[in-house]
């Protein structure tokens, strides 16, 4: 049994555009057979971090390995053990969808024939014999979500990757990829659609104007949180409002929540066990709550 | 009447948003077509001493059926305007053509088909509004060069009625262009298709006035390119075929507009043929799918290029008959006789073929940027594909594609001359020559994507060079930027192996600098 090593390791990588530092000393580690999401608001750097990890920028700093390799150097190495879908996939006009999805498979070294691509054909509902240029949005999606899942594969690199897909589309995307962590496939996954993240992953990066700002497990990253604490009281209302670590008071009758840290809570609970609490629910933070909360919390 | 203002709402906007984008292709492209007039209306004149040296090399001119074929003929020889115009009356007019066929494609089809014309679409904007943008602009720009062709022959002191008809005629066959663009436009949902129609329309044209000035007469009169010359400009003109222009275009883009109607946007009237549910098990790598993307392309190519062949190689052998008069006798002679006149005129006709091919080559580079811009690239480069074989794809359908259609020219013109290698050797010669410019067209994609199409300004510069440097007095260093200044002549000069070998080590080196920045470049 080898060791668990890291599929993909980014340290301080920054990223220049011209003047622009597109990233900006980025840190993200995925290990191996971990889903990871990758998250962060537009322009947050994302897509241009998968661009550098599949060799196809040139860092301007930090490291960067993708199973231990780099994938400026050893780009078609590390390309052989990946697929990848963009978030705005361009088909070849004249090529029928099909034979795009043939293409890179072949391109990948494998023979179609030998893939999953005739069911995943059918579970996506797509029709191969249309031109690439008839394809809408959702469909272009499709034939990189095909390609990227017709075989097996150590790491899945997607980017928005069910941007243009319809509900049901989505539904079968994330069927697709949970069969794929469940073979142990390494995944990136960069998104905005946060319940799809919160379903799947098992960490998360959050990232802004190229920077990493959070980075762990959910229950790590909740545990940093305050969590949103609802309770009903019978006697005096409590003053809450100076206890350290209690913030966002409200008082509603005889109802009063809060959210807390958690070294506030045990004072939080005191009081409330003081007040005579009657009923007492406390939530943990949602993904999109903890987004939210990086987004705006660390200034840039 | 409401109904029209209507469904031209915003045709103002999208005019000056359109002409913002076309801001340096249209300038340089006007430019350029009227530097041409004005070079060769300033050189003509003082290349003869007299009056009757003058009328010698019209009459010379209009003895050849292949510059007949080429430029039309000179009906009057004593006319110095219409001398000094032979080659925009006709062959230049296509250029204008294409002109307007560019900006009305670029404007409209192109926009469905990336799916911005959608965008446009949903705003408060008119829907006849973007296709009446680009006409409007195409209109302008034809007017624009009409006029300056006008300004520019009056400049150089032709007469000023021959000079405003000539660029009447000019500023005419710039709006049959924008109908025959949008015409075409409505009949394919792929722009290059559409492309390919409109090329297809302008050739066809051209090549029944070929075929009219040097056999039946009456096609001349049917087709546009046709009417340049019996227009007669200069002299004696019948100004009432100038409104043949307008009704034409107006004729054609009514019949556009009413097509338009009657599809939805993004569709075309030619439906989509489905394609294979898998792909071959050749289709596997860079390489395939190059050649793949170029296969319907380069067999249009190779059907027109050798159809060219064929015609301009049965004018040659007919040469010798139709000058043998007593005048031209010694002049013949002192050019080397009958066979040093055919094999100068295969030289000329392989040159101005050579530039014709090379537009294949620059065609498949700036369908490579294409391919970076949409991400195809960045799809391919995120498989096992290496750079070095993307790179090797696009290269090997430039040039092996463009040194195939130089085959094809060369054998087709020696099966139209019925003899000898002298055609194949003559086309072949110019296989460095293009290799240069199209090794330079890679190096601009490989040191940045989006300079590829300066390819094209590249070509136009070389063919700007051959056409007006002589006549300019330019110095011969400047001449000698264009690789084609280098060809040997043959077969009316010896082979000569040095600059061959030259430009082809030239070819080698460009094409290795250009390798070291696309492997080090970003790709996107
Ligand atoms: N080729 C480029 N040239 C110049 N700037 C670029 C280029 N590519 C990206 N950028 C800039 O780099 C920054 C990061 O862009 P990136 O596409 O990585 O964001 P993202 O996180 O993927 O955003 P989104 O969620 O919108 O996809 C942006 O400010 C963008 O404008
Ligand atoms: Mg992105």
């Given at each position: ?34 889903v ?33 390799l ?58 191969p ?72 992953a ?5 990232i ?23 309770a ?13 670590g ?22 939080l ?12 629910t ?17 200034g840039g | ?14 005019l ?26 300033a ?61 009305v ?32 602009e195409a ?5 624009l ?121 993004g ?64 002049i ?62 696009v ?25 000898g ?12 020559a ?91």
């Amino acid at each position: 049994m080898e060791v668990v090593s890291n599929a993909i390791e980014v340290h301080d990588l920054v990223k220049l555009f011209g003047r622009a530092r597109a990233l900006d000393g980025l840190e993200l580690s995925v290990s191996a057979g971990e889903v990871h999401g990758f998250l962060g608001p537009n322009g947050a750097g994302k897509s241009t971090t998968i661009r550098v990890l599949l060799g196809l920028l040139r860092a301007d700093g930090g490291t960067t390995t993708v199973f231990g390799l780099d994938p400026w150097r050893d780009a078609t190495a590390i390309h052989r053990r990946l697929a990848y879908v963009p978030g705005d996939v361009s088909v070849w006009p004249n090529l029928s969808g099909g034979e795009t999805i043939d293409l890179l498979l072949r391109m990948r070294d494998l023979d179609p024939r030998a893939t999953r691509r005739d069911e995943l054909l059918q579970r996506f509902e797509f029709d191969p014999t249309k031109k690439g240029r008839a394809y809408s949005k959702g469909n272009r999606q499709k034939v990189a979500l095909v390609a990227a899942f017709a075989a097996p594969t150590d790491l899945l690199v997607l980017d928005e990757p069910t941007s243009g897909l319809d509900p049901l589309m989505e539904q079968v995307f994330n069927e697709c990829l949970a069969e794929r962590k469940a073979e142990g496939t390494t995944v990136l996954l960069s998104s905005h659609i946060l319940s799809e993240v919160e379903r799947l992953a098992d960490r998360v990066t959050i990232i802004r104007r190229g920077r990493t700002v959070e980075s762990g497990t959910l229950t790590e990253l909740r545990h940093l949180r305050r969590n949103r604490v609802r309770a009903e009281v019978s006697g005096p209302l409590p003053d809450l409002t100076d206890l350290a670590g209690v913030h966002d008071v409200e008082v509603d009758g005889r109802v009063v929540s809060a959210s807390v840290d958690p070294v506030g809570l045990p004072l939080l609970l005191k009081a409330l066990d003081a007040a005579g609490v009657v009923s007492l629910t406390s939530a943990p933070p949602t993904l999109e709550e903890l987004f939210l909360d990086a987004y705006r919390s660390t200034g840039g | 009447m409401r109904g029209v203002t209507d469904r031209l709402r915003g045709t103002g906007l999208l005019l000056r948003f359109a002409l913002r984008r076309d801001r340096v292709l249209v300038p340089v492209w006007v430019l350029l077509l009227t530097a041409t007039v004005v070079a060769s209306a300033a050189a003509t004149g003082p290349l003869y001493a007299t009056a009757g040296e003058r009328v010698a090399a019209a009459e010379a001119l209009n003895a050849s059926p292949a510059i007949v074929a080429l430029y039309g003929p000179i009906l009057d020889t004593t006319s110095l305007g219409e001398l000094s115009m032979t080659k925009m009356t006709v062959l230049y007019a296509v250029f204008v053509a294409f002109m307007s066929v560019v900006v009305v494609r670029r404007h409209t089809r192109v926009e469905e088909e990336t799916g911005r014309a959608e965008l446009v679409g949903a705003t408060a904007v008119g829907a006849d509004a973007p296709v009446a943008a680009a006409l409007l602009e195409a209109a302008l720009a034809s007017l624009l060069v009409g006029t300056l062709a006008a300004v520019g022959n009056i400049a150089c002191g032709l007469p000023a009625m021959g000079s405003v008809l000539f660029g009447a005629s000019w500023a005419g066959i710039g709006h049959v262009g924008a109908g025959i663009a949008v015409l075409s436009a409505q009949l394919s949902s792929s722009a290059r298709t559409v492309g390919f129609i409109a090329s297809a329309v302008v050739g066809v044209l051209y090549v029944l006035r070929a075929i009219g000035d040097t056999s039946a007469s009456w096609l001349s009169w049917l087709t546009p390119f046709g009417w340049g010359t019996q227009l007669s400009a200069w002299s004696e003109p019948r100004a009432w075929l100038l409104v043949g222009y307008p009704v034409l275009a107006l004729v054609l883009t009514a019949a556009g507009l009413a097509l338009r109607r009657r599809r939805d946007l993004g569709a075309g009237v030619l439906p989509d043929r489905p394609g294979p549910a898998r792909g071959a098990p050749r289709l596997g790598d860079a390489l395939a799918l190059v050649w793949r993307q170029q296969r319907t392309g380069l067999a249009g190519w190779t059907v027109g290029i050798g159809a060219i062949g064929i015609a301009m190689g049965s004018i040659v052998p007919g040469i010798g008959d139709l000058l043998d008069t007593d005048r031209t006798r010694p002049i013949i002679e002192a050019m080397g006789g009958v066979g040093g006149l055919q094999d100068s005129l295969v030289f000329a006709l392989a040159s101005v073929v050579a530039v014709v091919i090379t537009c294949f080559g620059i065609g498949a580079v700036t369908r490579a940027a294409g391919d970076e811009h949409d991400g195809r690239t960045e799809t391919v480069l995120a498989t096992a594909t290496s750079r070095a074989a993307v790179l090797v794809a696009v290269a090997s359908a430039a040039l092996l594609g463009s040194t195939w259609l130089l085959l094809v020219s060369g054998a087709a013109t020696a099966v139209g001359r019925g003899d000898g290698v002298g055609a194949v050797g003559a086309a072949l010669v110019q296989a460095p020559a293009v290799w240069v410019v199209l090794a330079v067209a890679l190096l601009l994609l490989s040191v940045r994507s989006r300079w590829a199409v300066a390819g094209w300004a590249v070509l136009a510069a070389c063919v700007t060079l051959g056409q007006v440097g002589a006549g300019l007095e330019l110095p011969d260093w400047v001449l000698g930027l264009s690789p084609f200044h280098h060809v040997p002549k043959y077969p009316a000069e010896a082979f000569a192996w040095t600059p061959e070998l030259l430009m082809t080590a030239l070819t080698a080196l460009v094409l290795g600098v250009a390798w070291t920045r696309y492997r080090s470049r970003d790709i996107g």
